[in-house]
C-alpha cells in the first residue's frame, strides 16, 4: 500500500486575514421589511404606472446646453459636440444648440 501524503496548509499571512472575523453584524429584517412593504403598496397602488421621474425622461432638443450632465466639464461639452457632428454627417437627428435670450 503506497504511503499517504500529508495535506499541504498554506499559511495565510496576516495582511489576508479578516480581522472582523469576529464581528456580529445587526440583523437587517428591520429594513427587508421596509422595502417589502413599499413595494407591496407600489405594487397595489393603481396610478403606479403614471409616475415619471424627471431623470427618465429623454432629453429633448436644446437642453443639452442647460443640463449640467452636459455643460460640467469640457469632456461633456466636447461629447456633445461630436454627437452633433456625427448626426449633421450621417443626417441622423442631433440636439440643436439652445437660442440665446
Same mark, same amino acid.
Given at each position: 500500500?503506497?504511503?499517504?501524503?500529508?495535506? %499541504?496548509?498554506?499559511?495565510?499571512?496576516?495582511?489576508?486575514?479578516?480581522?472582523?472575523?469576529?464581528?456580529?453584524?445587526?440583523?437587517?429584517?428591520?429594513?427587508?421589511?421596509?422595502?417589502?412593504?413599499?413595494?407591496?403598496?407600489?405594487?397595489?397602488?393603481?396610478?403606479?404606472?403614471?409616475?415619471?421621474?424627471?431623470?427618465? %425622461?429623454?432629453?429633448?432638443?436644446?437642453?443639452?446646453?442647460?443640463?449640467?450632465?452636459?455643460?460640467?466639464?469640457?469632456?461633456?461639452?466636447? %461629447?456633445?459636440?461630436?454627437?452633433?457632428?456625427?448626426?449633421?454627417?450621417?443626417?441622423?437627428? %442631433?440636439?440643436?444648440?439652445?437660442?440665446?435670450?
Amino acid at each position: 500500500m503506497p504511503a499517504r501524503r500529508a495535506k %499541504a496548509t498554506i499559511a495565510v499571512p496576516p495582511s489576508q486575514q479578516s480581522s472582523l472575523a469576529g464581528v456580529t453584524t445587526p440583523s437587517s429584517a428591520p429594513a427587508l421589511d421596509t422595502r417589502l412593504t413599499a413595494k407591496k403598496r407600489i405594487r397595489k397602488d393603481p396610478n403606479r404606472h403614471l409616475y415619471t421621474d424627471r431623470a427618465l %425622461a429623454d432629453v429633448t432638443d436644446g437642453e443639452t446646453e442647460l443640463l449640467e450632465l452636459f455643460t460640467h466639464s469640457n469632456d461633456a461639452r466636447h %461629447a456633445v459636440e461630436h454627437a452633433r457632428k456625427v448626426a449633421q454627417l450621417t443626417g441622423a437627428h %442631433a440636439p440643436e444648440r439652445a437660442k440665446a435670450v
